[in-house]
């Protein structure tokens, strides 16, 4: 079975610096998606970021930038600027061959005033 | 924008109750799929379906079926509920045509059996 690891379950940050948020994953396939879902409290799962594999360029969008390391199965978020609105559940996603969805476990992410 | 709806945001049910929860999403996706969420184990996949009365088995279908009978509607089961079934119920959909495998979800159903 494939799988998501996020070995940081909590995280806080002041406002205004920047963060790194880990996941790893375990994969035999040579291209795929990779995502970043953010679940801000009691409000809807929306995603952040994706990464297709075969892409050497690592993505971005606006303050979120992710470092891809495909060798290492490494594929960490970085929120720049951190703002008071980006505390949330962070939710690194694979999907395995068919469609469905993987995710890790999630960081709590706290931004800080 | 694509819209998944839950019908309920919260739910309180006892033990041994049928429980129905509803999605539906507006987009004319053909993948969608049922999770829970707990606290330190993330999203985990009950059944999803690819399409009008197709289903398929998750990571953690035991207690649970599903009912796909139109395109835009796929109902979450709970035959007779169990205090162990206490979670956050999550619907996403996606679609073929999007080679992304981006799923959209809905807001949640926070589901307390007693």
């Known amino acids: 079975a494939q799988t998501v690891t996020q070995s940081q379950p909590e995280m806080s940050v002041q406002e205004a610096e920047t963060v790194t948020l880990s996941c790893t994953y375990d994969t035999s396939e040579s291209n795929y998606y990779l995502f970043w879902y953010k679940q801000p409290p009691s409000r809807q799962m929306i995603l952040v970021i994706r990464q297709e594999a075969y892409k050497q360029q690592n993505a971005t969008e606006n303050r979120f930038s992710v470092n891809f390391q495909k060798a290492a199965k490494s594929f960490s978020l970085k929120i720049s600027d951190s703002q008071l609105g980006d505390t949330a559940m962070y939710f690194c996603a694979k999907p395995p061959l068919l469609n469905d969805m993987r995710f890790g476990a999630g960081t709590r992410l706290t931004v800080k005033p | 924008d694509v819209k998944v709806t839950q019908s309920s945001r919260y739910l309180v049910k006892r033990t041994g109750e049928k429980v129905f929860l509803e999605c539906v999403q507006d987009m004319d996706h053909e993948n969608m799929f049922w999770y829970r969420q707990d606290p330190g184990l993330g999203l985990r996949l009950i059944y999803f379906?690819?399409?009008?009365?197709?289903?398929e088995k998750g990571d953690i279908p035991e207690g649970y079926s599903v009912s796909r009978e139109k395109k835009e509607r796929f109902s979450l089961i709970l035959e007779s509920a169990s205090t162990n079934q206490t979670s956050m119920y999550l619907c996403a959909s996606s679609s073929y045509r999007e080679v992304t495998d981006t799923q959209y979800f809905g807001p949640g159903t926070r589901l307390t059996v007693l």
């Open positions: 379906s690819y399409d009008v009365k197709m289903k």
